[in-house]
């Protein structure tokens, strides 16, 4: 891997990560413009006070607090009847909203309603109502005037057109709220669809409603479609009615109460494979094509629910749990309560979810159900009641099930992921005073909201976690809640005072970044542990229960609790002899960045096989910066050690050139080891070694392997030992549309010199998605770069297509952009590769692309690929 191509994925890993994720945001890593403030003031939503910071002019800024949504009236059921025109886009719809005034008594209701055609509202009696409307609320004078406890029906006749929305955020690009896909048949390769994205308040886009998370209700919505679409929303089908008309109307009632952001609807043409979680229905909807594949796409959904139900004390509250696949959706899946909805990258055969499940996103979704629909933040600064414990949810789900290993291995990544945002911006768990709602989905509410609950966990104990956890979803079921809800919970378990940690972590920014050093005192014979809280003075001191492993001469090692709370402190340990090494927070069990020195000997006692994961990766690497013998003895145990990603590394890290007897550890690792990543890093490894006896071997893994990875690898390595044969087995793949044998063909063919192989790429442009994708178009680069200028203008016209082909992969357009932005530089660099006509030409079509894309971070990556 070339350092160019290396930036290119590590940006693009951290930014468009979250596209296999929920609807996280993680930041650009290039600055942008600052958003211009469109701070609305709407009933004490958001609220100006002074007080703020000093500009540099000497005048404070405004500090924006954004209260939680004031409650006038209870929304107790929605009835919705819903019918749609897919030529215009259109939703004709009749609501009737069932309300009572909250406390007060009052005459004026207020509904969220955006850019909607009112035709008519009524009361119950059929009485026609006044109202104004301006396009976003919808201000309704009722008959009389109502006190609490008096239930009245308004009746609202309607049409919308939510494809005007335009706005979006990088964790949900569009505030559309509802999506016709295909929806005039227009495009053969995609589906008809209708779905639904209701977060953050967008709802409101397809139908009237009070359009907080701090609102609830019951809800029943019939759906009339034609007959050869299946349809899915919240709750049980009561009905499903065939009309003289060719249409069917199913209706959908959910009789359990549940904020209105979580409301959903889904109309298209599924395979719906179901099963049962003690009596309720668990159902997946597919494409078609991918009927045989659901229970492998969702894998462990009945096995999760019963895991959940039992960490929680507090089984699965719901009707049914379904679970649905939708083309082009604007995040990465959805919570709506009792039928998720998830983007198509999910959406894969059997042999593509070899060590590559959906466990992750399936138990962050179905977690939910506890925290974040059972029971619901109260607003959007308290987003990391519902984010945070979903995160952690895939924690929980992989040590179950995987082993703490695999659990930690994803922690790594989560702890990666949140330092990267905090580095360029970092506010408190719990942020008031947030710029837009939208930005609230972020390393922070999400990350670093899992990872605060791991300390919790840490700091009282699985027990008393547990227990808490109990308590709060028990007395808030069905209700909204804000952090102190959860803070008293555990407070009420325990008997321990949490206002520190709650203050610290949820209420407070940033992170500890600790210098820890020891000192042997031999006269007084104890070991003095010191340590230099060094995270930026504007942030707090942080209190930091921990513990230290002492490690001694005769093999033994012992454990020791402490608690770091000062900025710079010395804790003194007496011990009966001298330790050899000193590791602080050695199950890496905290938030925080620890900064200590040793020596290759120490990080070669760190590495044991049932040290944490965190320490074991962290002493891999220091050990490899060597090759001496001590340190190699090391990497080679390692090559055995039970976790993949640490065998992975190890076999990076060792110096196989000087070890040829070693070879036959290569080859078993290559046929027999249990992780399709370790089996497929081998087979590369011996053609980069060129280890032409283990051929044979390599060859064998493309028809024997049924990890499409490991295929891959095999290809290319084949290529780098035996080109012929490589060739001559390829031929076999060519029709092969998998992203991983498509990737590793187009490395040979784009390297061959042969552009009659461009008919290959073609074929393929619109197939290879996700990482593979990054390959395959630097191939296309490389057989484009001894083209004629007609030909590359032409392929400019074809990658222009790919790049604003809104269906496609991140990965996939963003390649494509490059790579006619590699054209463009070359043509730059050397006058005669392109008339001045042809650059102008490729110039204003890379233009085109950057115009019409709507992610801002994807538009931030294509500009940093312009001035580079």
């Not at 000997?601 to 760190?606: C, G, P």
């Not at 894309?853 to 312009?866: A, D, G, L, R, T």
């Amino acid at each position: 891997m070339n350092f160019e191509r290396a930036s290119f994925l590590y940006v693009l890993v951290i930014i468009l990560g979250a596209c296999n994720t929920s609807k996280i945001l993680v930041p650009e890593p290039l600055p942008m413009a600052t958003m211009e403030d469109t701070m609305e003031v709407r009933n004490l939503d958001t609220l100006v006070v002074s007080g703020g910071r000093e500009t540099e002019t000497g005048e404070e800024d405004s500090v924006v607090y954004h209260a939680t949504a004031t409650r006038s009236f209870d929304l107790l059921h929605t009835k919705l009847d819903l019918r749609f025109n897919w030529a215009d886009e259109k939703v004709i719809g009749k609501a009737v909203l069932t309300l009572s005034p909250y406390f007060y008594p009052s005459s004026t209701l207020i509904l969220d309603a955006k850019e909607f055609t009112i035709n008519e509202i009524k009361i119950e009696d059929d009485k026609t109502l006044e109202y104004s409307y301006d396009d976003s609320q919808l201000t309704i004078i009722l008959d009389r005037e109502y006190t609490k406890g008096q239930e009245f029906d308004v009746i609202i006749d309607y049409t919308c057109t939510p494809s005007r929305g335009e706005n979006g955020s990088a964790a949900i690009t569009s505030d559309q709220g509802l999506f016709f896909i295909n929806p005039r048949g227009e495009d053969l390769t995609k589906p008809q669809q209708i779905w639904t994205q209701g977060e953050t308040e967008f709802n409101s886009r397809w139908y009237p409603t009070i359009d907080k998370p701090n609102e609830r209700a019951t809800q029943e919505i019939l759906l009339t479609v034609d007959d050869r679409f299946v349809t899915l929303s919240n709750g049980i089908l009561k009905s499903a009615v065939v009309n003289s008309d060719g249409t069917r109307t199913d209706h959908w009632v959910m009789d359990l109460p549940h904020a209105p952001y979580l409301t959903m609807i889904a109309v298209g043409e599924y395979a719906v494979e179901k099963e049962k979680w003690q009596d309720i229905e668990v159902s997946y909807y597919v494409e078609p094509e991918f009927k045989e594949d659901a229970k492998f796409i969702f894998a462990h959904t009945p096995e999760m629910l019963t895991f959940f139900s039992t960490i929680t004390g507090v089984e699965y509250p719901w009707q049914k749990y379904a679970q649905i696949v939708v083309r082009d959706y604007v995040s990465g899946a959805m919570e709506n309560t009792t039928s998720v909805v998830f983007g198509e990258f999910v959406q894969k055969h059997r042999r593509e979810l070899i060590d590559n499940h959906n466990d992750g996103i399936v138990a962050h979704e179905m977690f939910h159900h506890w925290f974040g629909d059972y029971v619901t933040c109260e607003s959007w600064s308290n987003l990391t009641l519902n984010e945070g414990f979903a995160n952690y949810a895939e924690y929980l789900w992989l040590e179950h099930k995987y082993g703490r290993d695999a659990a930690d291995h994803h922690r790594i990544q989560e702890i990666q992921g949140y330092l990267y945002q905090a580095a360029q911006d970092m506010h408190p768990l719990i942020d008031f005073s947030y710029e837009s709602k939208e930005n609230m989905f972020d390393a922070h509410s999400y990350n670093k909201g899992g990872l605060v609950l791991h300390m919790l966990r840490e700091l009282v104990g699985d027990k008393a976690f547990f227990a808490s956890l109990q308590l709060y979803l028990e007395e808030h079921a069905f209700n909204s809640v804000e952090v102190h809800d959860l803070r008293l919970a555990f407070e009420e378990t325990t008997g321990l005072d949490l206002n520190w940690f709650f203050n610290q972590w949820y209420l407070s920014a940033g992170h500890p970044v600790i210098d820890f050093t020891y000192q042997w005192t031999e006269a007084s014979s104890s070991v003095n542990l010191e340590f230099q809280q060094n995270q930026d003075g504007s942030l707090p001191v942080f209190r930091i229960p921990t513990s230290v492993d002492l490690y001694f001469e005769d093999g033994s090692k012992q454990r020791q609790s402490i608690v770091i709370d000062s900025r710079t402190q010395t804790i003194t340990l007496p011990l009966l002899s001298a330790p050899s090494l000193v590791v602080l927070d050695p199950d890496r069990s905290q938030l925080a960045i620890i900064n200590a020195t040793y020596d290759e000997a120490q990080y070669r006692r760190i590495y044991d096989k049932s040290a944490a994961l965190a320490l074991r990766t962290e002493a891999l690497a220091k050990i490899a910066s060597s090759n001496s013998t001590d340190n190699q003895v090391i990497l080679k145990s390692a090559l055995s050690d039970p976790f993949w990603a640490i065998r992975n590394a190890a076999m990076s890290y060792y110096e196989w050139e000087n070890h040829p007897e070693d070879h036959q550890i290569l080859a078993e690792l290559a046929n027999k080891d249990s992780h399709s990543s370790v089996r497929a890093e081998a087979i590369y490894l011996i053609g980069e070694l060129g280890i032409d006896d283990l051929k044979d071997a390599v060859a064998s893994r493309i028809d024997e392997d049924e990890a499409y990875p490991v295929v891959a690898a095999s290809i290319v390595s084949l290529n780098q030992l035996d080109e012929n044969l490589a060739l001559e087995r390829i031929k076999i793949l060519e029709n092969e549309d998998q992203s991983d044998i498509v990737a590793a063909i187009s490395l040979i063919y784009g390297s061959s010199g042969d552009t009659s192989k461009l008919t290959y790429f073609e074929r393929q442009l619109r197939n290879v998605e996700g990482l593979p994708a990054l390959d395959f178009y630097q191939s296309l680069d490389e057989l484009l770069s001894i083209c004629t200028a007609d030909t590359k203008i032409t392929w400019v016209e074809k990658l222009g297509a790919v790049a604003t082909d809104t269906g496609l992969s991140p990965y996939t357009k963003i390649s494509a952009t490059r790579s006619m932005i590699s054209i463009l530089k070359e043509a730059e660099k050397k006058s005669n590769l392109l008339s001045e006509e042809q650059i102008s030409l490729v110039r204003n079509k890379i233009d085109a692309v950057i115009e019409k894309e709507e992610n801002p971070q994807i538009i931030s990556i294509y500009q940093s690929f312009m001035s580079s």
